[in-house]
């Protein structure tokens, strides 16, 4: 019987046979797109071609492409076919071929390569798109009966923004037959089961402007989509996703774990460890925003549901091999992450499994505190935020002990949260590049590629071509910027980690500054500029030049990077794998998979295999061959770049080989040195390293040197002996700390005699008013000594400071169940006497104009019963 991975191999032949080049599934994590979280859709890679950003390596492309979405997260295990994560299988055709070749390849690979029954197939399309409903029935002869027009929300699909590319779409139906007597009638877009969508094409021919009115591309584009666990459904003859090989042994796995499981559960989790491994295997690690927080949810929604079972230990990370197993012939790199993926799940397993302890038991307590059965937002709120708890788990637990939660209260809270997501993703899109008008686009599709010539060269002379951005045809004037294109630039643009040149065009009548560079899909690269003189026009020629300083300072930490990584990689283990770099002239930034932090004996040990690999003044090779070729060499590709065909390798010796697009010295020596500044965490199961080299590193040895002879200077002492001498002064200021901190005890515990002899009784309690000469640590010290000997007292403490009273209330917990607490205290003072102030139940704070305390503490006794 035909399993996924014949599936797979099967579309991946066919559209070859038909033209398409075949490239490989990017990384879940877009590389280049900051709207987005992950990798939604087969399309995502290709946005840049679609947008008008470029030239595709060819107009017909196809891929397996792996996806993930969080839009149905809440429906995966209780419906048999929403997922996660998922591979969707895609062809696209820019500008070459449309509907009729679309609609054709569709019906030929699922009805002759995968043998299905047209009768089995139905056909929606777009309501006004007659043109595919008479290729689908009079071409390809699907009756009418089977085919059904929708509208909009169904079969039009787009723009992925509020403006952008967009069009008709026809979707492929399976028929799983009637299963009831109300199914018999039913069609597709009707609320029944019936029916399966497996293929989406997508007719991209028009654009959206902001005002919703529709233009025709200067191109047509076709995008297409089938989830393989869907296909895989049909193929094998079963009744749900979850019944195919891809779910059925990590099912069959949770069985053996969790004895008493159920459906929702088995399917939950399955669905859950699939994408948390292929997140994790493509660098995402776990922590409380962005992509981490998701992949943090998943790992919790699992968790939380096995523990309703009876599992209150880690298990994920034992279904991570079974994952493994299944998809290790599509996705080979999961088998060297695998042991890394493991370590890092456990951890995550069992610092949540603990916070899980303790939200149920501040819950338990919150129970027994309030009396009005509602859970605070607020409350609820902190439970999500800093216990991972869901909110539905919340609501879970509050509903069997007959409690609400303020669900509107806590959306507040949320919405303030979101809030500020939105703000930093919209600074985010304020840095994101420059995006082009159709006229743009069009005018471009004449335009020669730009011919990069910065691997051999620092300065050339070239065309300027195009003024983008609305700047086409138009003289730029001093002070002015503009982006523009040039036949051949030697100003490498960002990538791979590796900030873009600086520099500047010029000739005798112009000199234009280069600020950033940037790629423009695959076929152009993109300079801002800013003019410092004359009168900048398209068709000048200029000579460009980069900043050889900036740039041998790049290339010298680029390098370095290299060798780190290798130094890394054989010190720690194979487990760590690159998870984001910057290569700056300033610095480098390291950022690597590891389960642990590095000790001062770890780093000295890499810094000196760095050095060692420098010194030995290996030589730096750099050629260009197949992706297919690179990975059989053992290259290490990062799964954060897209890839073409054709990859530049950079090989060190024996020590080191990766794919890499960026500038690089050509023998390791011309490096200089290369010294750590620092290591730390920046998430779970990921360390950053920043380093510095050549110059750089001399600069930063020559600070620490001045920083060192400054200290020996203060404390008259020889650099041999700096440390000693800091170290009996750290250790003389302890033993001085100590001995005040003992006589502030003494203060105290005097102060506390004098203020109780002097308390004023107010029915049945206690009120001390008092003026203290303390600071704000030993007043609270105070409070708490007093507090244990009377649980009644009220305690109002003021010092001077300036021209006002800076106040300190403190009440027992005795007196919060009365209804006094220190923050209405504070209220009802500042009202009276113009202060602010704030705080909470047992201890707040208060400023007010200079008052007479005994005024104070008079208006307290008459006002505080009322």
């Given at each position: 019987m035909m399993k996924s991975s014949d599936i797979r191999r099967k579309f991946i032949d066919y559209f070859v046979k038909n033209d398409h080049?075949?490239?490989?599934?990017?990384?879940?994590?877009?590389?280049?797109?900051?709207?987005?979280?992950?990798?939604?859709?087969?399309m995502v890679p290709f946005k840049p071609y679609f947008l008008g950003q470029g030239v595709p390596p060819k107009r017909r492309i196809t891929t397996v492409q792996k996806c993930f979405r969080t839009t149905d997260i809440e429906r995966v295990g209780i419906t048999p076919r929403h997922l996660t994560f998922l591979e969707m299988l895609g062809?696209?055709?820019?500008?070459?071929?449309?509907?009729?070749?679309?609609?054709?390849?569709?019906?030929?690979?699922?009805?002759?390569?995968?043998?299905?029954?047209?009768?089995?197939?139905?056909?929606?399309?777009?309501?006004?798109?007659?043109?595919?409903?008479?290729?689908?029935?009079?071409?390809?002869?699907?009756?009418?009966?089977?085919?059904?027009?929708?509208?909009?929300?169904?079969?039009?699909?787009g723009p992925p923004g509020p403006t952008g590319p967009c069009g008709p779409c026809s979707e492929i139906y399976y028929d799983f037959g009637p299963k009831t007597?109300?199914?018999?009638?039913?069609?597709?877009?009707?609320?029944?089961?019936?029916?399966?969508?497996?293929?989406?094409?997508?007719?991209?021919?028009?654009?959206?402007?902001?005002?919703?009115?529709?233009?025709?591309?200067?191109?047509?584009?076709?995008d297409t989509g089938m989830g393989l666990e869907r296909i895989t459904t049909v193929v094998e003859g079963v009744s749900n996703v979850f019944e195919t090989d891809l779910f059925l042994p990590i099912i069959q796995e949770i069985k053996n774990i969790i004895e008493n499981s159920d459906p929702t559960t088995e399917r939950l989790i399955s669905d859950h460890i699939r994408g948390i491994t292929f997140l994790m295997g493509d660098g995402v690690v776990p922590t409380n925003e962005g992509r981490g927080y998701v992949l943090r949810r998943l790992i919790r929604r699992s968790l939380r549901r096995a523990y309703k079972h009876g599992i209150k230990e880690p298990f994920l990370y034992k279904l991570v091999p079974v994952v493994v197993e299944i998809m290790k012939e599509a996705y080979p790199e999961l088998i060297d992450r695998k042991d890394y993926i493991q370590k890092v799940l456990i951890r995550e397993e069992e610092q949540f499994l603990r916070t899980l302890e303790q939200g149920l038991a501040l819950l338990e307590d919150y129970f027994k505190k309030v009396s009005n059965k509602v859970v605070s937002g607020e409350f609820a709120f902190k439970l999500y935020d800093t216990y991972g708890f869901p909110i539905e788990l919340t609501q879970e637990i509050a509903g069997e002990e007959g409690f609400k939660i303020d669900i509107d209260e806590f959306n507040k809270y949320m919405e303030e949260q979101r809030e500020k997501a939105r703000a930093s993703m919209e600074e985010k899109l304020e840095e994101s590049f420059i995006s082009l008008s159709d006229e743009e686009v069009y005018y471009m599709r004449n335009l020669p590629k730009t011919e990069f010539v910065g691997y051999d060269?620092?300065?050339?002379?070239?065309?300027?071509?195009?003024?983008?951005?609305?700047?086409?045809?138009?003289?730029?004037?001093?002070?002015?910027?503009?982006?523009?294109?040039?036949?051949?630039?030697?100003?490498?643009?960002?990538?791979?980690?590796?900030?873009?040149?600086?520099?500047?065009?010029?000739?005798?009548?112009?000199?234009?500054?280069?600020?950033?560079?940037?790629?423009?899909?695959?076929?152009?690269?993109?300079?801002?500029?800013?003019?410092?003189?004359?009168?900048?026009?398209?068709?000048?020629?200029?000579?460009?030049?980069?900043?050889?300083?900036?740039?041998?300072?790049?290339?010298?930490?680029?390098?370095?990077?290299?060798?780190?990584?290798?130094?890394?990689?054989?010190?720690?283990?194979?487990?760590?794998?690159?998870?984001?770099?910057?290569?700056?002239?300033?610095?480098?930034?390291?950022?690597?998979?590891?389960?642990?932090?590095?000790?001062?004996?770890?780093?000295?040990?890499?810094?000196?295999?760095?050095?060692?690999?420098?010194?030995?003044?290996?030589?730096?090779?750099?050629?260009?061959?197949?992706?297919?070729?690179?990975?059989?060499?053992?290259?290490?590709?990062?799964?954060?770049?897209?890839?073409q065909k054709n990859v530049k390798v950079i090989k060190i010796d024996n020590i080191s080989m990766e794919l890499c697009g960026g500038t690089h010295v050509d023998y390791t020596g011309e490096i200089g040195s290369f010294y750590i500044v620092k290591e730390e965490g920046?998430?779970?199961?990921?360390?950053?390293?920043?380093?510095?080299?050549?110059?750089?590193?001399?600069?930063?040895?020559?600070?620490?040197?001045?920083?060192?002879?400054?200290?020996?200077?203060?404390?008259?002492?020889?650099?041999?002996?700096?440390?000693?001498?800091?170290?009996?002064?750290?250790?003389?200021?302890?033993?001085?700390?100590?001995?005040?901190?003992?006589?502030?005890?003494?203060?105290?515990?005097?102060?506390?005699?004098?203020?109780?002899?002097?308390?004023?009784?107010?029915?049945?309690?206690?009120?001390?008013?008092?003026?203290?000469?303390?600071?704000n640590d030993a007043i609270k010290r105070l409070g708490d000594y007093l507090k244990n000997k009377d649980?009644?007292?009220?305690?109002?403490?003021?010092?001077?400071?300036?021209?006002?009273?800076?106040?300190?209330?403190?009440?027992?917990?005795?007196?919060?169940?009365?209804?006094?607490?220190?923050?209405?205290?504070?209220?009802?003072?500042?009202?009276?006497?113009?202060?602010?102030?704030?705080?909470?139940?047992?201890?707040?704070?208060?400023?007010?104009?200079?008052?007479?305390?005994?005024?104070?503490?008079?208006?307290?006794?008459?006002?505080?019963?009322?």
């Open positions: 080049l075949h490239l490989p599934s990017a990384s879940l994590v877009p590389s280049d797109d900051p709207t987005l979280l992950f990798t939604t859709a087969g062809n696209f055709s820019f500008g070459d071929y449309f509907k009729r070749e679309a609609i054709g390849f569709a019906y030929e690979f699922l009805t002759k390569e995968l043998g299905i029954p047209v009768s089995k197939l139905w056909i929606s399309v777009y309501e006004e798109d007659d043109e595919a409903y008479d290729i689908w029935n009079k071409e390809i002869g699907i009756p009418k009966e089977r085919i059904v027009r929708l509208g909009k929300e169904d079969n039009f699909w007597k109300e199914e018999e009638n039913c069609k597709p877009g009707d609320p029944c089961d019936r029916f399966m969508e497996i293929w989406n094409l997508v007719f991209m021919a028009y654009y959206m402007d902001e005002d919703g009115k529709l233009s025709p591309l200067p191109q047509k584009n076709i060269t620092l300065e050339t002379e070239s065309n300027v071509l195009f003024f983008v951005g609305g700047k086409h045809g138009k003289n730029i004037l001093e002070g002015e910027e503009v982006y523009f294109l040039m036949d051949k630039t030697p100003f490498y643009a960002e990538g791979g980690g590796q900030v873009s040149d600086k520099g500047k065009v010029y000739n005798s009548e112009v000199e234009v500054e280069i600020l950033d560079v940037k790629k423009l899909g695959e076929d152009f690269i993109i300079h801002r500029g800013k003019v410092l003189k004359g009168e900048f026009k398209e068709g000048q020629i200029v000579k460009a030049e980069v900043d050889k300083e900036k740039r041998y300072h790049t290339m010298r930490h680029h390098t370095a990077t290299h060798l780190l990584h290798s130094a890394l990689r054989e010190y720690l283990g194979t487990h760590v794998m690159q998870s984001g770099s910057l290569v700056s002239p300033e610095f480098l930034r390291f950022d690597f998979t590891h389960h642990s932090p590095l000790s001062y004996e770890d780093l000295k040990i890499i810094e000196k295999k760095v050095n060692e690999n420098i010194l030995a003044n290996h030589k730096v090779e750099k050629f260009w061959t197949t992706l297919e070729e690179a990975r059989r060499m053992g290259a290490i590709a990062l799964f954060t770049e897209k890839y920046i998430g779970s199961g990921i360390r950053r390293i920043f380093a510095v080299c050549g110059l750089k590193a001399w600069e930063y040895q020559k600070r620490k040197e001045e920083i060192v002879n400054k200290v020996s200077l203060l404390l008259n002492s020889s650099l041999d002996e700096v440390h000693i001498k800091v170290e009996k002064l750290l250790n003389e200021l302890k033993e001085k700390e100590r001995k005040i901190k003992d006589l502030e005890e003494k203060v105290i515990k005097r102060e506390a005699e004098v203020l109780l002899n002097n308390v004023d009784k107010i029915d049945n309690f206690s009120l001390i008013c008092a003026s203290l000469d303390m600071e649980d009644n007292l009220i305690m109002l403490f003021f010092r001077p400071l300036d021209n006002k009273l800076v106040g300190t209330v403190m009440v027992g917990k005795k007196l919060i169940s009365k209804g006094i607490t220190a923050k209405k205290i504070v209220d009802l003072i500042g009202e009276r006497f113009n202060g602010k102030g704030g705080g909470k139940d047992t201890l707040a704070q208060i400023s007010l104009p200079k008052t007479n305390i005994e005024e104070i503490k008079g208006f307290l006794k008459e006002n505080l019963l009322k």
